[in-house]
């Protein structure tokens, strides 16, 4: 199979079509209103329940409450089966989602943890398994909805503003509380829902009713069937698993490094890893959906993956010279090759979902992506402690390789990917 992609047409139209295109307008307001609730149920609710005197035991068992988060593609098959006609089988699901959790968070604010503690642990609990059905109706929709040239800048789009609403959810309602209270942040925060119930009544979407799975069983079933079915199925697994591992290993530890390996203080760390750093995540982002237009989904895979890399190199340097001076560029190159990279592999994962059963496949994909990262902190700490800082980092960018390879191989499947129709009309 040829392997040459062919000559692509004006990119820079390209581009100015996407930046004026109202789906990616409402891909950023859904991705402010997915960001926003995943705070509001952890660490900002964690912040609530110790100023309220809850015990520390207590608030540990609240991280339970983001098990749905890891465990949604359990009843993501619900979504490809059942949905109301009268606004899409998608935007259907994201508008009653937004509408519950609007009402939870209305209700979490007129409950007092310290005297309703178990009442406010099933509302957090609700918050979070709406939040996270919220989350596969809206990759549904994107997936269903952007055409091939779109999905990379959609996808840093998307994640920008999800970061954008988890900044609302957290240091933006830190703030409000100290000086408003709870209640009136958490009302607040129901409020700022209206964002995302805003872009679903606008939004546009794909009409795909009649490729509904016809049973729940065939739900559930059909997707893995097709998934398994595609050539080089379990090749693609292994790349979803292994494209960030490299860069995940290195982000296992990074803040433990920073402060014990490379001895900065916790104000330089909170500025630069934190502060400096989310923010050019957020551009690296929005830099790989647009450089995606020009280069394609082959291509900024293996670009942005080599930059992954090699920026992994950079900590072995401050390893060894551990000055502000390499610290800033290291943690900004880190972040922004990160954000390229984060922008191009959700665009891979668009790219294989089938708009039959998108909102299972996507589901599922995603939480196969965490599958690596979810062991590496054992890992690291053990290696970490046998071959010091400076080596560790060396193994973060070797670790990168495999991954790499295994792009080069499925070569001519991602180029298959990225230039047939913009959704998959499987059987």
């Known amino acids: 199979m040829k392997t040459t992609p062919p000559a692509p047409a004006d990119w820079r139209t390209r581009l100015k079509n996407v930046l004026t295109s109202r789906t990616q307008l409402a891909v950023l307001l859904l991705g402010f209103s997915s960001g926003l609730p995943l705070l509001l149920s952890s660490s900002t609710l964690q912040a609530w329940l110790t100023v309220s005197h809850v015990n520390t035991q207590t608030i540990g068992l609240f991280a339970l409450v983001g098990l749905p988060y890891t465990l949604k593609f359990l009843w993501a098959p619900l979504l490809d089966r059942y949905s109301a006609?009268?606004?899409?089988?998608?935007?259907?699901?994201?508008?009653?989602?937004?509408?519950?959790?609007?009402?939870?968070?209305?209700?979490?604010?007129?409950?007092?943890?310290?005297?309703?503690?178990?009442?406010?642990?099933?509302?957090?609990?609700?918050?979070?398994?709406?939040?996270?059905?919220?989350?596969?109706?809206?990759?549904?929709?994107?997936?269903?909805?952007?055409?091939?040239?779109?999905?990379?800048?959609?996808?840093?789009?998307?994640?920008?503003?999800?970061?954008?609403?988890?900044?609302?959810?957290?240091?933006?309602?830190?703030?409000?509380?100290?000086?408003?209270?709870?209640?009136?942040?958490?009302f607040v925060m129901a409020l700022l829902m209206g964002v995302g119930l805003l872009a679903t009544l606008l939004a546009p979407e794909r009409n795909t009713q009649a490729l509904k799975p016809l049973s729940l069983t065939a739900a559930v079933v059909e997707p893995l069937r097709e998934f398994f079915s595609r050539p080089e199925a379990w090749a693609m697994i292994a790349l979803i698993v292994l494209y960030k591992f490299g860069d995940a290993f290195a982000s296992a530890l990074s803040t433990t490094f920073l402060i014990r390996g490379a001895g900065f203080s916790l104000e330089q760390i909170g500025l630069i890893n934190n502060g400096l750093g989310l923010i050019i995540t957020l551009i690296g982002g929005l830099f790989g959906g647009v450089w995606m237009l020009k280069l394609g989904l082959y291509r900024s895979l293996m670009m942005f993956g080599v930059l992954q890399a090699v920026t992994n190199l950079g900590y072995a340097l401050l390893a060894v010279v551990p000055s502000l001076g390499v610290m800033i560029p290291v943690i900004a190159l880190e972040h922004f090759t990160g954000g390229l990279g984060t922008a191009a592999f959700v665009a891979l994962l668009m790219a294989l979902c089938a708009i039959r059963y998108s909102a299972t496949q996507f589901a599922l994909l995603s939480a196969v992506a965490t599958l690596g990262r979810v062991y590496l902190g054992p890992v690291a700490g053990m290696t970490v402690t046998a071959i010091g800082w400076p080596s560790f980092f060396v193994l973060t960018f070797v670790a990168a390789l495999p991954g790499l390879w295994l792009l080069w191989r499925l070569k001519a499947m991602i180029y298959q990917l990225d230039h047939q129709q913009s959704v998959r009309f499987d059987a």
């Open 85 to 186: 006609r009268w606004l899409g089988r998608r935007r259907s699901w994201i508008l009653f989602m937004q509408i519950a959790i609007s009402g939870t968070l209305a209700a979490l604010a007129l409950t007092d943890p310290a005297r309703q503690l178990w009442f406010f642990a099933l509302l957090a609990l609700l918050l979070a398994m709406l939040s996270a059905t919220q989350d596969i109706a809206i990759d549904a929709w994107r997936t269903d909805t952007l055409s091939a040239p779109e999905r990379g800048f959609g996808a840093g789009l998307f994640v920008m503003a999800y970061r954008i609403g988890m900044l609302a959810a957290g240091s933006f309602a830190l703030i409000l509380a100290q000086h408003f209270g709870w209640p009136r942040t958490y």
